[in-house]
């Protein structure tokens, strides 16, 4: 892969990534059957400062910190979808960020983590898939973006 595909795709990766993490944090302050993905990634993040010894974070600097988290490791897993053929990229973006939401449902509980905030109501686990699956379509739009020839 070349240099310039590779960048592409890092950007398209943080687009969506940005994009899930807007549209997570403006309809948890409109609607309380969203999913709060934010709370599975501050429990996530302060069982692992613990197993490594460390004193775990608390208020802001815990959200900043899952916040942070969230953006850097959504815009790997989505920069992913750039890889292949340009003529499936929508396909595999929508793929990418169902499976994502999947896996946030399904995977949560397995890891010792509170399932609740993503699985609390059918409406809850209809979202978590949808926004994970917004991600993955904004980045495939933002990567078919850059790589039209001008």
Same mark, same amino acid.
């Given at each position: 892969?070349? /240099?310039?595909?590779?960048?592409?795709?890092?950007?398209? $990766?943080?687009?969506?990534?940005?994009?899930?993490?807007?549209?997570?944090?403006? /309809?948890?302050?409109? *609607?309380?059957?969203?999913?709060?993905?934010? #709370?599975?990634?501050?429990?996530?993040?302060?069982?692992?400062?613990?197993?490594?010894?460390?004193?775990?974070?608390? !208020?802001?600097?815990?959200?900043? /910190?899952?916040?942070?988290? *969230?953006? #850097?490791?959504?815009?790997?897993?989505?920069?992913?979808?750039?890889?292949?053929?340009?003529?499936?990229?929508?396909?595999?973006?929508?793929?990418?960020? &169902?499976?994502?939401?999947?896996?946030?449902?399904? #995977?949560?509980?397995?890891? !010792?983590?509170? *399932?609740?905030? &993503?699985?609390?109501?059918?409406?809850?686990?209809?979202?978590?898939?949808?926004?994970? /699956?917004?991600? $993955? #379509? &904004?980045?495939?739009?933002?990567?078919?973006?850059?790589?039209?020839?001008?």
């Amino acid at each position: 892969m070349s /240099a310039m595909k590779l960048l592409k795709n890092i950007i398209g $990766g943080l687009a969506g990534a940005a994009a899930l993490n807007l549209l997570h944090e403006t /309809a948890r302050r409109l *609607d309380p059957e969203t999913p709060r993905v934010d #709370l599975v990634g501050e429990e996530a993040l302060s069982k692992g400062l613990e197993t490594l010894g460390i004193e775990p974070l608390t !208020g802001n600097a815990l959200y900043t /910190a899952t916040l942070a988290g *969230d953006l #850097l490791s959504n815009a790997f897993y989505y920069s992913m979808i750039g890889a292949g053929k340009r003529k499936y990229l929508v396909a595999r973006g929508l793929a990418y960020g &169902v499976a994502a939401g999947i896996g946030a449902l399904k #995977l949560t509980e397995p890891l !010792g983590l509170n *399932d609740v905030p &993503v699985t609390r109501t059918q409406k809850t686990q209809l979202l978590t898939i949808a926004y994970y /699956a917004f991600g $993955g #379509l &904004v980045t495939a739009w933002v990567i078919n973006g850059l790589r039209k020839k001008v």
